[in-house]
RNA sequence: GCCGCGGUGGCGGAAUGGUAGACGCAAUAGACUCAAAAUCUAUCGGGGGCAACCUCGUGAGAGUUCAAGUCUCUCCCGCGGCACCA
C-alpha cells in the first residue's frame, strides 16, 4: 500500500511551521524550571546595512541543532539572539544619507529577524537584546562606573592614527598603507588622552583560568600566547660617566655575558627626557628624527622579521655591561617595543635572531655564551646549565626575576558618536566625576553631523547644550566626557543580559543568574579569540570580584566555525559582486535546504568556498527523504535485522557528531541510511520515525511536516532524542583484514572475539597467503582484535 | 615577521597509527520519454592487464613504526589574528 502524497514543496511548510511554533511558544525558556538548564550561545550579528550572511547561517544553524538536540533531551533550553547595533558602518552610512543611527538600526534589526525567522531558527525571541537601546546600554555605562570606582579604567596618552588632510582620527583599518582610506593623503600619529581598560590587572587569571575551561586546544593556545606570559629578569645597565642607567628586560638572563649592544624603542620615555636634558651626545637631531619616523610605521611593519632592520646609535654614549664591565653602545631601534617589557632589551646577537640581523648590518660583535645547553665565555657560570644560569646570573648582576605579559592594557575610547557615552564629567576643580547611577542612562544627544572633528574629539563635543553641565560635586561649570565606548563595551556582557532582558533594576536578576550562568556551549569565530572572547572574559571576572556575577568564568565551552567564502576561495564582499543571500537560497530551495547544504558543504570548523551546484545535492536529498513518506508501513512484521543493525549504528554517529561538531559527517549517515531504506519495498513506521527526529534539528520543518503526516499530534521537536543499542549481527561473523608485509592482501570471514591462535591458523592456510610467502618463514604476526593480521616474512 | 590553523580524485570532502577516497557534486553510458527535465541503473584517482589482479598515489623532502593522510623534523603554499572593523 502506497501513501498517497504530494511533491514536497517548502514554500507550503517552511513559514506554516514557523508561525505554529512561534505561536505555541515551544522554543521558549522557562527561568524556572524542574528540567536541568543549558544554554547555548551564538555570537550576536553585528549590524551593517549588507543584511545576513551565508556565514551567520553557519554558526546558528550548528547551534540551532545543538539547541534542539538539547530540548529532546530533556534540558530547559536557553537559545536567545540579539543585536550588537553600534559601530563604524552604521554610522558612516549615517553620515553618508544624514539618516539618524537609530532608525538605521531598526531597519536593519528588522531585516535581520526576518531573515533569522526564515531559516526555522530556534530563538527565544521574547530576550531580544540591542547593545544600542539606553536600556541596554544604561547597564553598560553601569559596568564601566564599577570599573572606574575599582581604580580599572584610567586616563592616558595614546597615539591615534591622524588624517593630516580631513583632520580626523582614524579606525586601523580606515589607514591603508601610511594612507586615509576617504581621501588618500597621508596619515599621522597623534597623541591623545584615552579611557583605558587595566586588562594587564586580570592577565594571570585570564591565562591560568583557561585550565578550568572546556575551550578547543586551538584557541586556548592563542589566547595564552596573546596574553604572552613570560618569565625573565629586569637588568640595570649604568650609563658610564653618568647618573642615568637602563633598565632593560629580558628572558634570558644567562646570555648576559654574549650581550653587545643596548636598544631602546624609539618611543621609550628616556628617549624624550635625553633629548630635552644637557644629556650629552653627538647626534641629538637624528635621533630625534629617528624617533618622529617610526612613530609612522605599524607595529608589524616594525617588528617584522626579514625586512631590514634601522636604528641609530647614540653616539658618544657607551652602557656598562653589569657582568663584565664592558663598554657597549645604545642604540634606538624600532624592533623593539615601548610597551613590552621595559621597552629596552639587552641584544644578544648570537642567541637572538633579530638581534643577529641588526647586529650584521651595523658590524657589531657577536659572541657564543651557550654551546649544547651549556654556558661558555661566561667567566664563573662556564659548565652551568643554561637553565641553572637564568637565575645565578640575575642575581649576580643585581637583577631581579620578573614576569611580564604581552597583553596590553585595552584602549576604550572612540573619538565618534555611534557608541555609549562614558558615563562621566570633567571638571577643571575636581578632575573626573563619574555620573550618580540613578543618572544612568546618559543618552545619546541629538547631533546634527556625525563625522568626527576636526579637534580629533567626538561629534558630541560639539553640541554645547549637552557636554556643558554644572559639577555634581563643585556646582562649578564643567564638560561631559565626549569619547563614547568601542563595540566591545556593549559585546562583552550581552549573554548576561539575555537572562533577564527587561529588568529595570539591575542587569540581571541575581537568582536568575544563578540559575542560568555560565553559558554552557558558547560558538563563534576564530577572529574573536584574542578580543571580544578575552575582553568578555575580563568583564565577567571583574563583576564576579564585585559580586555582581556567581561565577569565576563566563563561557564553559567555547567552539569555533570556518569562514564561508565565496565560489573561487575569495571573500565574499559586496565591491566583488560575490556575496549569496540566504534569502534566495531560502525562497527557491527552502531553509531546510540551506540548513542542510551549510551543515553539509564541509568541516564546521574550517573555512569552505560556497558551491552553487552543491546545494541541490541537499535539495535532493530532502526530496528522497520525503518520498520515502509513501513506502511507510505499520506492519511490525517488516522490521529487519540489517536495517535495525544500521538504524542503531546510525542513532549513535548522529548524536556522537552533533556533539563534535562533525555534521557533515552526521549528514552523510543518514544519507547512507536513507540509501539503505531505499533499497526496500518497504520501510517499517517506527524507523522511518526515529529516522525523522534524527533529521529534526537539521531540517526541522520537513522532519514536523512528515511527522505530523504520520499521524502524530504533538510537534516532533517535543520528542525524546532516540537511544540506541549495538546490535550484533545473529550470525557473530566479521571480516578481518589480512596484510602480509603490510600490503593490503586478502580478507577473511571469522567469528567475532576469536583467539589470536586460532585466527593465526586460519589465516596462514589461506592460499592467497601462502601464495604471497612463496615459503618464506612467518618471522612476526602482528593482529588487531576482529579487524586486521599483519603477516611479517 | 610573530601566534594559530590547514594542504587527500575534476570539485566539497571521509578515514580511534591498521582496507585511502565514505557521503555528496560534476561527468560519462544506459533505462524511461515524441523530446527535454526530473527520476532510476551502471561507471567514475593515475598506469598496466581480456580478467583475476598488479602497481603508483594524501603539498615537497627526510625520519619513527610490522604499519603513516594520521606521529617527529625541515621546507613550500593557503587561510585567520596582530590590539581603533567587529
Known amino acids: 500500500m502506497e501513501n498517497k502524497t504530494s511533491a514536497?514543496?517548502?514554500?507550503?511548510?517552511?513559514?506554516?511551521?514557523?508561525?505554529?511554533?512561534?505561536?505555541?511558544?515551544?522554543?521558549?525558556?522557562?527561568?524556572?524550571?524542574?528540567?536541568?538548564?543549558?544554554?547555548?550561545?551564538?555570537?550576536?550579528p553585528f549590524l551593517s546595512g549588507e543584511g545576513l550572511h551565508v556565514g551567520h547561517v553557519r554558526s546558528y544553524t550548528a547551534m540551532d541543532i545543538i539547541a534542539r538536540k538539547r530540548r529532546m533531551e530533556g534540558f530547559n533550553v536557553l537559545y536567545p539572539i540579539g543585536y550588537d547595533a553600534f559601530g563604524l558602518p552604521i554610522e558612516n552610512f549615517a553620515i553618508k544619507t544624514g539618516r539618524p543611527p537609530a532608525l538605521i538600526v531598526k531597519d536593519t534589526a528588522a531585516t535581520f529577524r526576518r531573515q533569522l525567522k526564515d531559516n526555522g531558527l530556534s530563538f527565544d525571541w521574547d530576550r531580544e537584546v540591542n547593545t544600542s537601546d539606553p536600556e541596554y546600554y544604561k547597564?553598560?555605562?553601569?559596568i564601566f562606573l564599577q570599573l572606574l570606582k575599582n581604580g580599572l579604567a584610567y586616563k592616558k596618552k595614546m597615539p591615534i592614527n591622524w588624517c593630516l588632510s580631513c583632520k580626523i582620527g582614524l579606525a586601523n583599518e580606515e589607514v591603508i598603507d601610511s594612507r586615509c582610506e576617504r581621501c588618500g593623503s597621508e596619515t599621522?600619529?597623534?597623541e591623545k588622552e584615552q579611557w583605558m581598560l587595566a586588562i594587564?590587572?586580570?592577565?594571570?587569571?585570564?591565562?591560568?583560568?583557561?585550565?578550568?575551561?572546556?575551550?578547543?586546544?586551538?584557541?586556548?593556545?592563542?589566547?595564552?600566547?596573546?596574553?604572552?606570559?613570560s618569565e625573565g629578569a629586569e637588568i640595570v645597565f649604568n650609563i658610564k660617566g653618568s647618573d642615568e642607567s637602563i633598565k632593560v628586560f629580558t628572558t634570558r638572563p644567562d646570555t648576559i655575558f654574549g650581550a653587545t649592544y643596548l636598544v631602546l624603542a624609539p618611543d621609550h620615555p628616556l628617549i624624550r627626557e635625553f633629548l630635552i636634558s644637557n644629556f650629552q651626545f653627538s647626534n641629538k637631531s637624528e635621533v630625534e628624527k629617528?624617533?618622529?619616523?617610526?612613530k609612522k610605521r605599524t607595529e608589524i611593519e616594525r617588528t617584522a622579521e626579514g625586512k631590514?632592520?634601522?636604528?641609530?646609535?647614540?653616539?658618544?654614549?657607551?652602557?656598562?655591561?653589569?657582568?663584565n664591565q664592558k663598554e657597549i653602545p645604545i642604540y634606538v631601534a624600532d624592533y623593539v617595543l615601548a610597551h613590552y617589557g621595559t621597552g629596552a632589551i639587552m641584544a644578544v646577537p648570537a642567541h637572538d635572531e633579530r638581534d643577529f640581523e641588526f647586529a650584521n648590518k651595523y658590524n657589531l660583535p657577536n659572541i657564543e655564551v651557550v654551546k649544547e645547553g651549556k654556558m661558555i665565555a661566561s667567566g664563573k657560570f662556564d659548565g652551568l646549565t643554561s637553565e641553572e644560569a637564568k637565575s645565578k646570573i640575575t642575581e649576580f648582576v643585581g637583577g631581579q626575576m620578573k614576569t611580564t605579559f604581552k597583553l596590553r592594557d585595552w584602549v576604550f575610547s572612540r573619538q565618534r558618536y555611534w557608541g555609549e557615552p562614558i558615563p562621566v564629567i570633567l571638571c577643571d576643580t575636581c578632575g573626573i566625576v563619574p555620573l550618580a547611577e540613578k543618572d544612568l542612562p546618559l543618552k545619546l544627544p541629538k547631533v546634527e553631523n556625525y563625522k568626527p572633528t576636526e579637534t580629533g574629539e567626538s561629534p558630541l563635543a560639539a553640541v554645547t547644550k549637552w557636554v556643558n553641565v554644572k559639577c555634581p560635586t563643585c556646582k562649578g561649570s564643567a564638560k561631559r566626557e565626549t569619547d563614547t565606548m568601542p563595540n566591545w563595551a556593549g559585546s562583552s556582557w550581552y549573554f548576561l543580559r539575555y537572562i533577564d532582558p527587561k529588568n529595570k533594576k539591575a542587569f540581571a536578576d541575581k537568582n536568575k543568574l544563578e540559575y542560568w550562568t555560565p553559558v554552557d556551549w558558547y560558538n563563534g569565530g576564530m577572529e574573536h579569540t584574542t578580543l571580544h572572547l578575552l575582553y568578555s572574559r575580563f568583564w565577567h571576572k571583574f563583576l564576579?570580584?564585585?559580586?555582581?556575577?556567581?561565577?569565576?568564568?563566563?563561557?564553559?565551552?567555547?567552539?569555533?566555525?570556518g569562514l564561508i567564502l565565496a565560489d573561487g576561495g575569495e571573500k565574499m564582499s559586496k565591491s566583488k559582486g560575490n556575496v549569496i543571500n540566504p534569502d534566495s537560497i531560502v525562497s527557491t530551495l527552502g531553509a531546510d535546504t540551506l540548513r542542510v547544504y551549510e551543515m553539509f558543504m564541509g568541516p564546521f570548523s574550517e573555512a569552505i568556498a560556497w558551491n552553487p551546484d552543491g546545494v541541490v545535492g541537499s535539495r535532493r536529498f530532502l526530496e528522497r527523504v520525503w518520498r520515502a513518506f509513501s513506502k511507510v508501513s505499520a506492519d511490525k512484521k517488516l522490521e529487519n535485522e540489517d536495517i535495525s543493525i544500521l538504524l542503531n549504528q546510525t542513532i549513535k554517529k548522529v548524536g556522537e557528531d552533533i556533539e563534535e561538531m562533525k555534521f557533515n559527517t552526521a549528514i552523510s549517515a543518514l544519507m547512507i541510511l536513507l540509501n539503505e531504506f531505499e533499497k526496500h519495498e518497504v520501510i517499517p513506521k517506527s524507523y522511518y520515525e526515529i529516522y525523522l527526529i534524527l533529521l529534526a534539528p537539521f531540517a526541522p520543518h520537513i522532519a514536523e511536516e512528515l511527522w505530523i503526516m504520520l499521524g502524530n499530534k504533538k510537534s516532533i521537536h517535543l520528542s525524546l532524542w532516540p537511544k540506541y543499542k549495538l546490535e550484533h549481527k545473529k550470525d557473530g561473523k566479521i571480516?578481518?583484514?589480512?596484510?602480509?608485509?603490510?600490503?593490503?592482501?586478502?580478507?577473511?570471514?571469522?567469528?567475532?572475539?576469536?583467539?589470536?591462535?586460532?585466527l593465526k591458523t586460519i589465516v596462514l592456510e589461506r592460499p592467497i597467503v601462502k601464495k604471497w610467502l612463496a615459503g618464506q618463514p612467518v618471522e612476526k604476526m602482528f593482529i588487531v582484535k576482529d579487524k586486521l593480521v599483519n603477516i611479517v616474512s
Not at 15 to 38: F, H, L, M, R, T
Not at 139 to 142: A, C, E, K, P, V
Not at 290 to 294: P, R
Not at 308 to 323: D, Q, R, S, W
Request: glycine share 4%; net charge positive.
Open 188 to 190: 599621522d600619529k597623534r
Open 290 to 294: 629617528y624617533a618622529i619616523e617610526a
Open 8 to 44: 514536497y514543496d517548502h514554500k507550503k511548510i517552511e513559514k506554516k511551521w514557523q508561525k505554529k511554533w512561534e505561536a505555541d511558544g515551544i522554543y521558549k525558556s522557562k527561568d524556572k524550571s524542574k528540567k536541568p538548564k543549558y544554554y547555548c550561545l551564538i555570537e550576536f
Open 200 to 229: 594587564t590587572k586580570y592577565a594571570d587569571r585570564l591565562d591560568k583560568d583557561l585550565d578550568l575551561m572546556d575551550y578547543l586546544p586551538k584557541i586556548k593556545t592563542q589566547q595564552r600566547n596573546w596574553i604572552g606570559k
Open 544 to 561: 564576579y570580584d564585585i559580586g555582581a556575577v556567581p561565577t569565576v568564568e563566563p563561557y564553559q565551552k567555547r567552539t569555533s566555525h
Open 735 to 758: 571480516k578481518i583484514v589480512i596484510q602480509i608485509n603490510s600490503k593490503l592482501r586478502d580478507f577473511v570471514e571469522v567469528m567475532a572475539g576469536m583467539e589470536d591462535e586460532a
Open 139 to 142: 547597564w553598560t555605562q553601569w
Open 308 to 323: 631590514e632592520k634601522t636604528g641609530v646609535e647614540l653616539e658618544g654614549v657607551k652602557a656598562i655591561n653589569p657582568a
